[in-house]
């Protein structure tokens, strides 16, 4: 079946300008989650949602980042007035359950380039 | 306090036996213990899961002693496809979740 998809790939900006970034995960997977991984570095949590409960905004660097997952599927992680910091590559994960046993299946990902 | 404590990079020769030791102190009682890998330009993807033991499969072993707060990953014979950065995830500890993938360990395997 189908994977995660993220859509675009490849995103280039300038400061200052807001930029959204789409997540498709696997059909049936109630957890979500979006990561943001600079180059060289691990991954950085960003935020996570499990079914109907409230997300997990505990890894957004600031009020700058918001996220939302509508009808429990498609997830958009916005961005406003983007920074040169913001650079980066934004991964997008889904999961059966959000729990330590069921993996997580990664997207390709969304390069951000905020210039 | 890191979650999870992993060697910043390993280096090692093809055909070799890898093992990457991953310190997880504040394991929980019901948290299992994942391996992810992941090659440049890409996501990270599954390897290896268990609770306590040995589990093998057809990439990789896991050594998981007693007390559960250590992991050990066992990459045999490895090629220079498996150069990657390897993560591995725990349960935070305290009854939640957290989904910490920590710096990870880079792995170079050189011909």
């Known amino acids: 079946g189908a994977g995660v998809s993220q859509s675009p790939s490849n995103k280039v900006t300038e400061k200052g300008k807001d930029v959204e970034l789409r997540c498709d995960p696997i059909?049936?997977?109630?957890?979500l989650y979006w990561y943001r991984q600079s180059l060289g570095q691990g991954l950085e949590f960003l935020i996570y949602f499990q079914g109907n409960s409230a997300p997990d905004k505990s890894g957004l660097p600031s009020d700058r980042f918001s996220a939302e997952r509508t009808g429990g599927s498609v997830s958009t992680l916005t961005i406003q007035r983007t920074q040169q910091e913001d650079s980066a590559v934004y991964l997008c994960a889904s999961s059966l359950l959000h729990d330590s046993y069921n993996e997580q299946f990664f997207g390709p990902g969304t390069r951000l380039t905020v210039l | 306090l890191a979650k999870t404590t992993q060697p910043i990079s390993m280096d090692s020769y093809e055909g070799q036996e890898v093992n990457i030791t991953c310190s997880h102190n504040?394991?929980?009682?019901?948290?299992?213990i994942t391996w992810y890998q992941q090659f440049p330009s890409q996501g990270p993807r599954f390897i290896i899961q268990g609770y306590k033991t040995k589990v093998t499969n057809e990439v990789a072993s896991l050594f998981i002693p007693a007390d559960r707060k250590s992991s050990t990953l066992s990459l045999p014979r490895v090629s220079l496809s498996d150069t990657a950065v390897y993560y591995c995830?725990?349960?935070?500890?305290?009854?939640?979740?957290?989904?910490?993938f920590g710096a990870g360990t880079r792995l170079f395997v050189k011909a």
């Open positions: 504040n394991i929980a009682t019901n948290d299992y």
């Open positions: 995830l725990v349960g935070e500890g305290t009854g939640g979740f957290k989904t910490i």
């Open positions: 059909s049936g997977h109630t957890a």
